[in-house]
């Protein structure tokens, strides 16, 4: 009877170490890119009554299967692997599962595999499904649960997870407005992997405080009468807000805290803001004569006409768009005007015709119209008229003239 025990025992050790055989081959086949074939080995110990080497086997087809685009069937073996409760395959297998359903969106379904990893109490994949079951929540709108898996993420062993959830639950905060909590992860972040994302994250973080004290000096200058009596600080702290909210990509809340400062109760705040917001301006009539500036005054030419857009251009934030604008007419300008010397042409008609296009260009553009008007204003006062000496509808109709 011993006898007969140690011979199917044997029979059995056999059979094993051919099953870890095959599980050997179909890893390097695997890894040497021949999917198909190892596909087939893996399945062939699935299909033995092996019970050492199932879970290797299992999650080996349902790696191989993902891999090749077989959804199904490597969900199929991923759930073998988890069904064996094997204390390293098992958690792997329904990490891997997890992972599957998440690229499909799958929430529910990627919610039950995390949670398997979890109740398989291997501690290297704990943090990992905390950390998938947080994103789940925070998709679903549940801050509150989602808080208690970031926390056991935050304190796991693994600190490059802990420094990546840091950063990722870091941002939800901010996005949330809850820039204290934010701060807090971060830091705790930082102590497990100084990385330079998270830097970045705290310097925004410290942008967001910055925000929220300029905007309390704002509204103080508004409401509090005293506070009028300090025009520098105030027009100082409306800059700044609004350059920092345009910094953050809030064009919009930064047109606000400019347009808040240029309409301020206080004449002087208002004057400063908008020497601040003109700060680099050209004055294209630095270099004119005393007496001709008195006369440019008193005509109501003191600013340039493009001035407007370009203060409009600084509070939307939107001087790149308008320097784009001004560089493509320009080129288009130059090109219509080039193209005669080029060509040799002297034809009064060609020239006038090139010379109509040219002048027309900037029509296209919101600023042209005031272009157009300020150069028809300034030649009726160089021809000392009371009357327009442009015909109406100049330049667009020109050609009719």
Not at 25 to 54: C, F, M
Request: charged share 30%; net charge negative; with cysteine.
């Amino acid at each position: 009877m011993t006898s007969r025990t140690s011979t199917f025992e044997a029979a059995a050790d056999r059979s094993e170490t051919e099953f870890g055989n095959l599980c050997d081959q179909a890893r390097d086949l695997a890894e040497s890119g021949h999917l198909k074939r190892a596909a087939q080995l893996y399945t062939q110990v699935l299909d033995g009554d092996s019970h050492h080497h199932r879970p290797m086997a299992a999650l080996g087809l349902a790696v191989v299967r993902h891999t090749l685009g077989d959804i199904g069937t490597a969900r199929e073996a991923a759930r073998i692997a988890v069904d064996t409760g094997h204390p390293e395959y098992a958690p792997r297998a329904a990490y891997h599962l997890a992972l599957s359903y998440e690229e499909e969106d799958a929430a529910e379904q990627a919610e039950e595999a995390w949670h398997d990893v979890l109740a398989a109490g291997n501690d290297r994949y704990t943090p990992a499904a905390h950390y998938g079951l947080a994103r789940i929540a925070e998709g679903r709108g549940d801050p509150e649960t989602a808080a208690g898996h970031w926390g056991r993420v935050l304190d796991g062993p693994d600190r490059g997870l802990a420094a990546q959830a840091a950063h990722d639950y870091g941002e939800r905060l901010l996005a949330r407005g809850d820039v204290d909590m934010a701060a807090e992860v971060i830091r705790h972040g930082l102590a497990a992997e100084d990385h330079p994302a998270l830097r970045l994250l705290l310097g925004a973080v410290h942008v967001e405080r910055a925000i929220g004290e300029f905007g309390a000096v704002v509204d103080a200058s508004r409401d509090d009468e005293a506070a009028t009596g300090e025009p520098g600080t105030a027009a100082a702290a409306v800059e700044l807000l609004a350059r920092l909210l345009a910094v953050r990509g809030d064009t919009e809340a930064a047109e606000r805290a400019w347009e808040t400062g240029l309409t301020h109760r206080d004449a002087a705040t208002a004057a400063d803001v908008r020497a601040r917001l003109r700060r680099g301006f050209l004055d294209p009539h630095a270099d004119t004569a005393a007496e001709e500036s008195a006369d440019r005054a008193a005509a109501g030419d003191t600013v340039a006409w493009w001035d407007p857009y370009l203060e409009a251009a600084v509070a939307q934030g939107s001087t790149p768009m308008l320097a784009g604008e001004l560089f493509y007419a320009v080129d288009r300008m130059y090109s219509r005007l080039a193209m005669p010397l080029v060509d040799d042409e002297t034809r009064a008609a060609a020239l006038r015709r090139t010379l109509q296009e040219t002048v027309r260009s900037p029509g296209e553009y919101v600023w042209g119209r005031s272009l157009h008007d300020d150069f028809r204003e300034r030649l009726r006062r160089a021809a000392g008229s009371d009357t327009d000496v442009l015909p109406e509808g100049w330049p667009d109709h020109a050609d009719r003239d």
